[in-house]
């Protein structure tokens, strides 16, 4: 994940959703700390694994949750590309359990970044795609309306 080479990385990815989350976990909080999280590739390449698997130890769940909050809310440039990764992995692991994220995530004022709420509107319930569907994101707006239907 901490290479230039970026299809060495999804290869890694798709390794690594295969291993044990238990044996992983540990592995991969540490390199988090020590470095991904200021690694703009491997940020991202880190949350999108996250989503891939499905079954993490509880005990990891919350610091998952908190790394995977703080990708979504970050205003550094260089970590846009995870903002929506992060909303697909919470909706991939059932961590949205606040319906008010929704609402934030699907709202163009305050999610500006569009891809963003395109992200929510592919996850999101039904109930919570109206908003989306008068988006003034073209992309966005379709989005909602396929998901709605």
């Given at each position: 994940f901490f290479g230039t080479d970026f299809s060495r990385s999804y290869l890694a990815l798709q390794s690594l959703q295969k291993r044990?989350?238990?044996?992983?976990?540990?592995?991969?909080e540490k390199r988090w700390d020590e470095e991904?999280?200021?690694?703009?590739?491997?940020?991202?390449?880190?949350i999108r694994l996250f989503g891939l698997?499905?079954?993490?130890?509880?005990?990891?769940?919350p610091r998952i949750e908190e790394i995977?909050?703080?990708?979504?809310?970050?205003?550094?440039?260089?970590?846009?590309?995870?903002?929506?990764?992060?909303?697909?992995?919470?909706?991939s692991l059932g961590l949205i359990t606040d319906a008010s994220a929704w609402g934030a995530w699907l709202d163009p004022q305050s999610t500006p970044f569009w891809?963003?709420?395109?992200?929510?509107?592919?996850?999101?319930p039904r109930e919570f795609l109206d908003v989306a569907r008068e988006d003034p994101n073209p992309f966005v707006a379709a989005r909602a309306d396929f998901a709605g239907n």
């Open positions: 044990s989350s238990v044996d992983l976990w540990p592995l991969l991904a999280h200021n690694d703009y590739g491997a940020h991202y390449f880190f698997i499905s079954r993490w130890p509880d005990s990891a769940l995977l909050l703080e990708a979504i809310a970050t205003q550094r440039p260089q970590f846009m590309k995870s903002k929506p990764a992060a909303i697909l992995s919470m909706a891809e963003s709420r395109y992200a929510a509107a592919m996850v999101a």
